[in-house]
């Protein structure tokens, strides 16, 4: 592994403060920021790995945080040290970590138990995953279970569907 | 009269560039800046940080020019579904085609200048915006 400090990445931080009340735009900017995935470094201090669109990102949403009455400052920061580097992907790998095992749990079960359900199952998991992937920046292993457990059940699907072209109600009846 | 917005452009600048051309102001000029204090002093700023034409509550760019200037066209809030998901991804609107236009728009940003970014996308957004107004021929309110 490369340890040279040039190799550090940079980091868009935002350190904000939105008033208490009212509720519905506070909420909003958490949810804004949960759906972006950021490290959670503080009260009201997260960060994202730097890139066009992640600090984009971060500064609409300290416009939001402004329009909202709060104070939003945005920064560009770099770990001093590769463990302190090293502690925020962590986090935010297990974050997704959790989010992939999840789909990887309801792949399985949809797997096991066949049901006329399982086309609409597979397509909620397809959507969840994209989800989970566009906020998944430092991808742990469980990544690719869940890829693997959802195609499993698209092939599961797909082999039931051929299957099930030449009798359909006899198919259904033992599913 | 000028527009400026920030360069390297994606869906939320390039759409509302194609929006003010085609439904603001015929006679647009669109100028790049990397900051707003590049933006030159008879141009009218927007997806820029702090403007009246820019991110606005949970409004992307393209949805406050609509509000902005009352276009209530529901083949341009169509538009407005798609671009508010491939720009911020929150699940506001159902709209499917969103990730197929964003990475449509992230390569062309790669390999285009904005200039020919903006030449190439007007006529995707005007097939899209007729496209659009035939399927909702037979009537459907925009979203409030």
Redesign the interface.
């Known amino acids: 592994m490369v340890t040279s400090p040039a190799s550090r990445l940079r980091w868009v931080t935002l350190v904000y403060r939105v008033p208490r009340t009212p509720s519905t735009p506070r909420i909003a900017i958490w949810r804004r920021l949960r759906a972006l995935g950021v490290a959670q470094l503080g009260d009201g201090v997260v960060a994202l790995p730097e890139d066009a669109r992640t600090r984009e990102h971060l500064e609409w949403v300290a416009e939001q945080v402004l329009e909202a009455g709060g104070t939003a400052l945005l920064f560009r920061a770099e770990a001093m040290s590769r463990d302190d580097e090293r502690v925020m992907a962590h986090a935010m790998a297990s974050a997704r970590a959790e989010e992939y095992r999840d789909l990887t749990a309801r792949a399985n079960v949809a797997l096991a138990v066949p049901s006329s359900d399982q086309a609409r199952v597979l397509k909620r998991l397809r959507r969840d995953l994209r989800t989970v992937q566009r906020r998944d920046y430092f991808p742990p292993p469980e990544r690719d279970q869940a890829v693997a457990a959802i195609n499993a059940l698209a092939s599961a699907l797909l082999a039931a569907d051929a299957g099930a072209g030449a009798d359909r109600s006899l198919a259904e009846e033992f599913s | 009269m000028r527009w400026a917005t920030r360069a390297?452009l994606?869906i939320d600048r390039a759409s509302s560039a194609w929006l003010i051309r085609r439904f603001i102001d015929p006679d647009a000029v669109f100028v790049f800046v990397s900051g707003p204090e590049e933006v030159p002093a008879d141009a009218t700023p927007f997806d820029m940080?702090?403007v009246e034409f820019?991110?606005?509550?949970?409004d992307c760019t393209f949805e406050t020019l609509l509000r902005r200037h009352d276009l209530l066209d529901p083949a341009l809030w169509r538009i407005a579904a798609i671009v508010h998901e491939a720009d911020?991804?929150?699940?506001r609107y159902d709209a499917p085609e969103a990730?197929g236009l964003d990475v449509i728009l992230r390569g062309l940003s790669m390999t285009q200048d904005d200039e020919t970014v903006l030449a190439l996308t007007g006529p995707v957004f005007d097939g899209l915006y007729d496209y659009y107004q035939r399927s909702l021929l037979l009537g459907k309110e925009p979203p409030s």
């Open positions: 390297g994606h940080r702090g820019g991110h606005h509550g949970s911020l991804e929150d699940d990730p």
